[in-house]
């Protein structure tokens, strides 16, 4: 059935250090893969999204990286900041007519200053 | 634009009883997506609303409906509540259907079942 799986879950680096997000989708029909960030006790914000036609795509100090063979993608934070601490979810559009998201388990970032 | 606004933010209710829950889109987007999010089961697609339409729905029973108005506004209810009912609840809106759309999220409406 249609999953998105994302690892880790948690994830601690200390400021300034890189930070790598995974994860991988289980329907080949996937198209649009969006990032969101979720602070504690807000609404997910987009931070980025991908179309499958792209490989790689850029913002400042955040990067997604999508192979379609493999069926997985991947989010990148440079220089992280401690304002970058909160929940990153990744999702996946799986059907083609309708908006529907599957989204991963979620991965809690904390970056220490 | 004002974004996407939810009501109530906040609720209470007890096992057995009806809720329904409201979210106004971003003006000029006719898509609602809502989603139900608790700590043990992330965030889970419950059905897309588009032109009044329903396109789309989740893996839930059928105590969850929904419905969309001509004016994209949206309305999920809950029937015959159950203590695991309880979690927030976000909608989304987007500009138009379809893979692609960039969905935004409201604040949800936090539901507590007792």
């Known amino acids: 059935g249609e999953n998105v799986e994302q690892h880790p879950s948690t994830l601690s680096v200390q400021e300034g250090d890189s930070a790598v997000i995974k994860c991988t989708y289980s329907d080949s029909a996937s198209n649009y893969f969006p990032w969101y960030k979720q602070e504690l006790g807000k609404r997910p914000q987009l931070i980025i999204d991908i179309r499958s036609n792209v490989g790689e795509k850029k913002d400042q100090r955040i990067a997604v990286t999508l192979n379609k063979t493999a069926k997985h993608f991947s989010l990148h934070i440079t220089e992280t900041q401690p304002e970058d601490s909160a929940v990153y979810f990744c999702a996946a559009s799986i059907s083609s007519n309708t908006g529907k998201l599957i989204f991963g388990q979620g991965t809690t970032l904390q970056v220490k200053p | 634009k004002a974004g996407v606004t939810q009501t109530p933010r906040y609720l209470i209710k007890t096992r057995g009883q009806q809720v329904t829950l409201s979210c106004s889109p971003i003006?000029?987007?006719?898509?609602v997506s809502w989603y139900q999010q608790t700590p043990g089961q992330g965030l889970q697609f419950l059905f897309e609303?588009?032109?009044?339409?329903?396109?789309n729905k989740g893996n839930f029973p059928g105590r969850f409906s929904g419905r969309q108005f001509s004016n994209s506004r949206s309305e999920m209810n809950v029937s015959t509540l159950e203590l695991g009912d309880s979690a927030l609840y976000l909608c989304?809106?987007?500009?138009?259907?379809?893979?692609?759309?960039?969905?935004?999220f409201g604040p949800g409406t936090r539901l507590l079942v007792l």
């Open positions: 609303y588009f032109s009044e339409t329903q396109r």
């Open positions: 003006s000029g987007h006719r898509s």
């Open positions: 989304a809106s987007s500009l138009e259907t379809g893979p692609g759309g960039t969905q935004y």
